[in-house]
């Protein structure tokens, strides 16, 4: 089976809690050359605020993902490619594990299995909002990085593992551990990215960036550069085959 994030180099992460810099709007995201869009936060997101970005950025050509935090903000939008439903494998409560999505399962009838997928976390910001609100045990070296996504690849079949270094820059040797260990699985980081020299590097190593503060802070001129880093990281590997 092939998936779309197979081609994708760059993720732009839109918080719907935030607001995009003054001027700019969500046709200048889509235009900023990125492979898709995956909404979502962790804190205070509602149903309402993740139909709005939906609604905004539905008619360009960009994919759009929903990353619910909660089994409460899933919308049904037929605008939405698949929804990205997060299990973080390092989370000391197993709620955040299977619990959330065991819940999710009871209460909704009906869910459209085709466009739901299942990224593994592996969180390693302390500091980050969702360390705190997962619990996880963020004190994970390079091979215990590299022994998660394994499991998580060869044991659980999960497609896409996720270094989550929300709010921070990774440790690209961590990242690039996580990356060898895996065979056939999508590597996504996420974390810090905020130049095209922070893409490139952490792009040489995890198969998708994912950009998510910097189009809040610093606009879409600066999410292009990374969408560069990533690409031209992505180019010199696949030149160097
Ligand atoms: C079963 C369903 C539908 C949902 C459960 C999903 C789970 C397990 C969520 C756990 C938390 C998680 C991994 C959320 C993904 C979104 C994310 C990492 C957002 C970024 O977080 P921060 O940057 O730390 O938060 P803020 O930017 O909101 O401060
Ligand atoms: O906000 P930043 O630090 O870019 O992190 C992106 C993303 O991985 C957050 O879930
Ligand atoms: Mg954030």
């Known amino acids: 089976m092939s998936y779309p994030w197979e081609d994708w180099d760059h993720i732009?992460?839109?918080d719907p809690d935030k607001?995009?810099?003054d001027g700019e709007t969500f046709e200048d995201v889509c235009e900023t050359g990125t492979d898709a869009l995956e909404i979502g936060?962790?804190?205070d997101i509602t149903e309402e605020k993740m139909e709005r970005v939906v609604e905004a950025t539905a008619k360009y050509d960009v994919p759009i993902y929903q990353e619910p935090s909660n089994p409460g903000v899933?919308?049904?939008d037929p605008a939405l490619?698949?929804?990205l439903i997060p299990t973080v494998f390092n989370a000391s409560d197993s709620f955040w594990i299977t619990g959330a999505h065991k819940e999710?399962?009871?209460?909704?009838?009906?869910l459209d299995w085709d466009r739901t997928h299942t990224e593994a976390y592996i969180v390693m910001n302390p500091d980050s909002s969702v360390a705190e609100y997962t619990d996880a045990d963020t004190d994970q070296s390079a091979e215990d990085v590299a022994s998660f996504a394994r499991v998580a690849e060869r044991m659980f079949g999960q497609d896409i593992i996720y270094v989550e270094y929300s709010g921070t820059y990774g440790d690209p040797e961590k990242v690039c551990a996580a990356h060898d260990a895996l065979d056939d699985a999508t590597l996504f980081y996420g974390g810090g990215i905020h130049d095209y020299d922070s893409a490139y590097e952490m792009g040489k190593c995890a198969d998708v960036v994912v950009v998510g503060n910097l189009l809040h802070d610093k606009g879409v001129d600066a999410v292009r550069e990374t969408v560069e880093g990533a690409k031209d990281a992505t180019a010199e590997l696949v030149g160097a085959e």
């Open 12 to 14: 732009t992460k839109i």
């Open 19 to 21: 607001d995009l810099v």
């Open 41 to 43: 936060g962790t804190l």
């Open 74 to 76: 899933v919308i049904d």
């Open 81 to 83: 490619d698949g929804y």
């Open 104 to 110: 999710w399962v009871r209460i909704e009838d009906g």
